[in-house]
């Protein structure tokens, strides 16, 4: 069994639609993120949800919507797609609190591509 | 602000030791990882660090200074399958909820 699946793993679609990606943990973690990364391959964290709770929401474009409907699950929802959001999307997943041990685990990744 | 530094590339030969810097500046730090990625890959966990000193898994190590907000990742006995991208993380909050990841050295490993 995966412990972080995310869907789709590629998509590609063109400039102004709207696109989602899921991701779900099998791992009994309370915190799931959600993490842009570039061409460059810097790694930005987007969004972490805490129990279904949102944490960090890092100077994201509005048209980025994460939902979290159970500790399991966090979806990401882009709106109005531009060029620039081309990119890998890595949902990641982890204990808080005293069972944080520094270590995410990551789904494959998603990588989206705008014409 | 947030600020993680590691070099962009680094180059070495089988069997060599490999240290990859990271020195960071961030509003919070509870704590230092690294991780290693290989192309067309996820991002997987290698070592932590809260308090100062040395970690050893193996080939690998992990040294944090917190008074000098400077820590590094040391490969020992270089290995091919070790070329990937290097990436130094700090925990930004007490929950461990915020994760800020440096922008990743390249290792190429050459025979």
């Known amino acids: 069994d995966t412990a972080v699946s995310q869907t789709p793993k590629y998509l590609v679609t063109q400039m102004g639609n709207d696109k989602s990606i899921k991701c779900e943990q099998n791992l009994g973690h309370d915190t799931m993120y959600w993490y842009k990364q570039d061409s460059k391959k810097f790694l930005k964290i987007m969004f972490s949800y805490n129990n279904k709770e949102l944490i960090i929401n890092e100077t994201v474009p509005n048209r980025f919507s994460p939902k979290s409907p159970d500790k399991a699950h966090l979806n990401l929802h882009i709106n109005s797609l531009e060029l620039g959001d081309s990119a890998v999307y890595f949902c990641?997943?982890?204990?808080?609190?005293?069972?944080?041990?520094?270590?995410?685990?990551f789904g494959e990744g998603s990588r989206l591509t705008v014409l | 602000g947030q600020s993680l530094e590691q070099p962009s590339e680094v180059t070495a030969v089988e069997g060599a030791i490999v240290q990859i810097n990271c020195t960071y500046q961030?509003?919070?730090?509870?704590?230092l990882s690294w991780y290693q990625q290989h192309d067309g890959g996820a991002p997987t966990f290698l070592s932590y660090n809260a308090l100062d000193g040395l970690e050893e898994t193996g080939r690998f190590s992990s040294f944090l200074s917190r008074s000098d907000s400077y820590g590094y990742l040391l490969l020992q006995e270089l290995q091919m399958k070790d070329s990937a991208s290097y990436f130094c993380?700090?925990?930004?909050?007490?929950?461990?909820?915020?994760?800020?990841f440096g922008k990743g050295t390249t290792l190429s490993v050459s025979s």
């Open positions: 993380a700090v925990t930004a909050n007490q929950a461990g909820t915020a994760l800020i």
């Open positions: 961030t509003s919070g730090f509870y704590g």
């Open positions: 990641a997943s982890s204990h808080s609190g005293q069972g944080f041990t520094g270590e995410l685990f």
